[in-house]
Structures are given as structure tokens and as C-alpha cells.
């Protein structure tokens, strides 16, 4: 079924109009439709004509084969967003509300001070693995289709330790907010591919990520799973929902075993349990 609600305005010649409220696009040059509820942090699929341009708020892309693409909310994303399809002269314009969301702030203690505030020596080694994560959120893989998937949970046994998009403090300094949502478990515990993907990062001992994997899951959407303890996939390897991919660990900023979970979309971050079917 298809959710949310959206204004929308059909050009087919570029000309401007008045966005208009509408429950669906019928009057509109070309369709559109989307599955899932905009809101802050999180994603909808949309549908349109195979291989459409596709201008999401600031960000260009192609609708697949399907007329499938994605469209990321950032955290703190406008409350209304304009999705412009176009398909050589014929444009049309789609006015998205996208629902709030309220954050915590939470606080971390007993940190690594190297990992909070690193010495010169680090640096280099911090470029290094910058420009690894770079390149693994530039993926964009034409095969993958895991974004059109019900994610499941990547542990077995989910007990949350720390919310997605919380505002952090870290041994007691103000930092950027958490992108990510910590799972505790026991060191060794596997940690499981939610969705199918090609596996674009596999780095064993990532300054502040400690063992990272990264899965493109296709149409940029690319998540994340950080600390682990040993990696069990290697890069362009092809995982399927359920397959290992790592251990959960302590690796890089850490105070203890858990599994930071984190998902990106062309720049923009993401809540990646909001694709759990249950959540």
C-alpha cells in the first residue's frame, strides 16, 4: 500500500505553478507513487517511468528499470520536500510532507581519549580510512535491489542501548549526533546481512570504527556495521538477508561489545531500523 501524503504540479514545458494537495498523481504528465511514510531519518520508495531523472530535494538520480528509486530524509530534513521527475521536456513537480521527529541526548563516559581526541600520529591513518568510507558511500550498485526489501534486524536478539540520532555527549564533550543505533551483545555474537546487497567495505581495524562492513544495497542506499570483532565477508562479495557478515566486538570508539548500525543515502543519514518490518 502506498503511504503519506503529497501535493504535486505537472509541467510539460517547464513552466511554474502552485503546488496543489492532491491523495494521488492522476492529473500529473508523468505518475509517481511511493510505498513508506516520509519522515525525518527515514525513506520511501518511489515509482515512476522507467529510467526517469529523478531530483529529490537536492539530489539527482535515476528511477531502475523498474521505475523504482529512493528518496532519503535527513535527520533534521525540511518538513516539506519537492520531489521533480522528468522525463526529456516533460516535468513534474511533487510536494512531500515529511513528518518530525524528536531526538534524546545521551551521554558516553570511559571512552578512548585517542578516539575522541586523536594524536598526530593518527591522522594519517584516520585520511586513509576516510577515503575507504568515501568511496564504499559513492557505491552505486545497478544490480542490488535490497532496498525494495523488509529489512530485519542484523542480531538475532535486539536490545537497543542507544537511539538513532540522539545527541551525544563524549567523555563529558559535545559531539555531532549518534548516526547510528547501538544493539548491546556479547562479544562473538554474528551479526546477519538484513537485506540482500554487494559488500563495498570490509576493513578489519578502522581507527574509530574498529571492524567495519559496508553493503550497497542498491540506488545508493548503503548501510553500515561497525565495532565488530572479526568480519566474515570480503569486498564484492554478494550477501542475502540472513547471511553472516561479521561478530559483534569493541573495536575503535568503544567502551564495551555492541553493534553500531548505521545507513546512508547519497550523503544524507539514515534510521536503519525504520526499514525493519517490525519496527
Not at 561479521?246 to 531500523?273: E, F, I, Q
Amino acid at each position: 500500500m502506498f503511504g503519506g501524503l503529497f501535493g504535486l504540479t505537472g509541467l510539460s514545458s517547464g513552466c511554474d505553478r502552485a503546488l496543489a494537495r492532491s491523495p494521488e498523481s492522476q492529473h500529473s504528465p508523468l505518475p509517481f507513487s511511493f510505498n513508506g511514510t516520509p519522515q525525518q531519518s527515514g525513506l520511501v520508495i518511489g515509482t515512476t517511468l522507467p529510467g526517469a531523472q529523478i531530483d529529490a530535494s537536492g539530489i539527482t538520480t535515476n528511477a531502475d528499470s523498474d521505475g523504482r528509486f529512493v528518496m532519503g530524509f535527513d535527520r533534521d530534513a525540511p518538513l516539506q520536500a519537492m520531489i521533480t521527475i522528468s522525463m526529456g521536456t516533460t516535468i513534474a513537480r511533487f510536494g512531500l510532507e515529511v513528518a518530525p521527529r524528536a531526538y534524546k541526548v545521551t551521554s558516553v563516559s570511559g571512552l578512548p581519549s585517542a578516539t575522541i581526541d586523536p594524536p598526530a600520529e593518527a591522522l594519517a591513518r584516520i585520511e586513509a580510512d576516510a577515503a575507504l568510507k568515501r568511496a564504499a558511500f559513492d557505491s552505486n550498485n545497478q544490480i542490488a535491489r535490497g532496498f525494495e526489501e523488509a529489512f530485519r534486524w542484523p542480531l538475532d536478539d535486539v536490545r537497543i542501548t542507544s537511539p538513532w540520532g540522539a545527541t551525544r555527549m563524549l567523555n563529558g564533550k559535545s559531539q555531532r549526533p549518534h548516526f547510528g543505533i547501538d544493539l548491546g551483545a556479547p562479544r562473538g555474537t554474528p551479526i546477519y546481512a538484513p537485506a540482500s546487497g554487494f559488500v563495498v567495505l570490509a576493513e578489519p581495524d578502522m581507527h574509530f570504527e574498529g571492524g567495519m562492513v559496508a553493503i550497497d544495497h542498491g540506488q545508493g542506499l548503503i548501510t553500515t556495521y561497525l565495532h565488530q570483532s572479526a568480519l566474515a565477508v570480503e569486498v564484492g562479495q554478494r550477501v542475502t538477508p540472513g547471511a553472516l557478515i561479521g561478530y559483534v566486538g569493541s573495536k575503535g570508539r568503544a567502551t564495551g561489545p555492541h553493534l553500531c548500525w548505521r545507513m546512508r543515502w547519497r550523503g544524507r543519514n539514515l534510521d536503519p531500523s525504520l526499514r525493519v518490518k517490525s519496527a
